[in-house]
T-cell receptor, first 118, second 112 residues
């Protein structure tokens, strides 16, 4: 009964390849996020979707493309992978978009996908 | 300068010690403050959520916010080996769709 799940857990691939990471949440939340955590543990938001609509789109290369087929899923597709893309990617969800209105916007994180680009 | 500064540690303490973890921030518009705990190879999980200056206590954990100094702290009393993890402070503005801004995280090791 995992709340936020991601697949795969580990992903090792060659430079130049295209790969996807999938995320699913069973919490009934309306908002989902993708974060990147680098080797120094710095966690930075990439995208956020609310009811399948993109609401936060940080300055990330356009090789990264999120897709939300429904409220419970948010996938991340990465084209032409580069060495610098190696990191842990976390998916998260919250009941409402993060706006500081209270515990309803608490973000629940998945276990992460460790991407290594060789 | 990063918006949120946090000493990455590592911090090593004996079991039973009082631990103090801190973050400073530069944007005085931040109003909501959180502490997340992240065990190795796991996703972050929310520990404490505070708004405005003052203290908030939850069991062995106390979160403190000093907006005048742009400084937040997390205190852990009677620390246990199970508290060994990375602690990330996080904060955001209010209103609209806002990004949660994280500190770099402090790695804590509590040894028996």
């Amino acid at each position: 009964d995992t709340a936020v799940s991601q697949t795969p857990k580990y992903l090792v691939t060659q430079m130049g390849n295209d790969k996807s990471i999938k995320c699913e949440q069973n919490l009934g939340h309306d908002t989902m996020y993708w974060y990147k955590q680098d080797s120094k543990k710095f966690l930075k938001i990439m995208f956020s979707y609310n009811n399948k609509e993109l609401i936060i789109n940080e300055t990330v290369p356009n090789r990264f493309s999120p897709k939300s087929p429904d409220k419970a899923h948010l996938n991340l597709h990465i084209n032409s992978l580069e060495l610098g893309d190696s990191a842990v990617y976390f998916c998260a969800s919250s009941q409402v978009p993060s706006s500081g209105r209270g515990r309803t916007d608490t973000q629940y994180f998945g276990p992460g996908t460790r991407l290594t680009v060789l | 300068q990063k918006e949120v500064e946090q000493d990455p540690g590592p911090l090593s303490v004996p079991e039973g010690a009082i631990v103090s973890l801190n973050c400073t921030y530069s944007n005085s518009a931040f109003q909501y403050f959180m502490w997340y705990r992240q065990y190795s190879r796991k996703g972050p999980e929310l520990l404490m959520y505070t708004y405005s200056s003052g203290n908030k206590e939850d069991g062995r954990f106390t979160a403190q916010v000093d907006k005048s100094s742009k400084y937040i702290s997390l205190f852990i009393r009677d620390s246990q080996p199970s508290d060994s993890a990375t602690y990330l402070c996080a904060m955001y503005l209010s209103g609209g769709y806002n990004k949660l801004i994280f500190g770099a995280g402090t790695r804590l090791a509590v040894h028996p």
